[in-house]
């Protein structure tokens, strides 16, 4: 009994604790809606339960949010489903197009919701489990940025590792240019495996003046 109350307690602190991914959008709320207005598109690239979402939305930007992990696009999608300027994709964001393996987090057992935002598609990062994952659908963001024909006035990317492959080929593409701002959570201080392939990509960003690409979002 008594061990029962304890994980009790233990869950209702997880879920009632404000995640890191919560208090970023309050520290950036204005920086990241300032200029959204009625016509705009952002999109929203991991967007979990769809707190970046709401904000991006309440300024009447039409906003494309992405999540693959499904129990956190359950809840994205029951959130807005009577919001018109909202569509939830329940798809990966990649640099190609694709089915692949996202792995839920090594605790997604005692929350799957609060523990969705540590899902990733990279078997290497250190909290997933390697032996639970679900095959989920990945979209090429160049492609479908290329598709909306028209700017992007927000662009916010938290896909845990897969960024660089991204940012690389919107840069390549120069599909950056179609961009206003792009806000980035990068995972080279958690993942040493892509510490070289980040620290590469800031120089280029640095080299090429492109100061409306934010890595530094976390």
């Not at 929203?44 to 979402?53: I, L």
């Not at 039409?62 to 018109?84: D, H, I, M, Q």
């Not at 792995?103 to 078997?123: C, K, M, Q, T």
């Amino acid at each position: 009994m008594i061990a029962r109350i304890r994980r009790f307690f233990s869950a209702l602190r997880i879920r009632q604790r404000r995640s890191g991914f919560e208090r970023r959008v309050a520290k950036h709320h204005a920086g990241v809606c300032a200029g959204l207005k009625t016509g705009d598109v952002a999109i929203d690239c991991g967007a979990n339960v769809g707190d970046m979402t709401a904000l991006m939305a309440a300024t009447g930007a039409t906003v494309y949010a992405f999540e693959p992990n499904p129990a956190a696009f359950g809840v994205l999608s029951a959130r807005f489903k009577n919001v018109t300027n909202v569509h939830c994709l329940n798809q990966a964001v990649l640099d190609r197009k694709e089915t692949v393996r996202l792995f839920e987090h090594v605790r997604a057992n005692e929350d799957p919701v609060y523990w969705s935002n540590g899902s990733s598609i990279l078997e290497f990062k250190g909290n997933v489990d390697k032996g639970r994952w679900a095959e989920v659908e990945a979209i090429d963001l160049a492609e479908f940025i290329r598709s909306l024909k028209q700017r992007v006035g927000v662009l916010k990317i938290d896909i845990e590792g897969a960024e660089c492959a991204v940012l690389e080929s919107l840069i390549g593409q120069n599909l950056h240019e179609l961009v206003d701002l792009i806000l980035v959570e990068t995972h080279d201080h958690k993942i040493a495996e892509l510490r070289s392939r980040t620290d590469a990509l800031r120089a280029l960003i640095a080299s090429r003046g492109l100061g409306h690409i934010r890595l530094d979002w976390d």
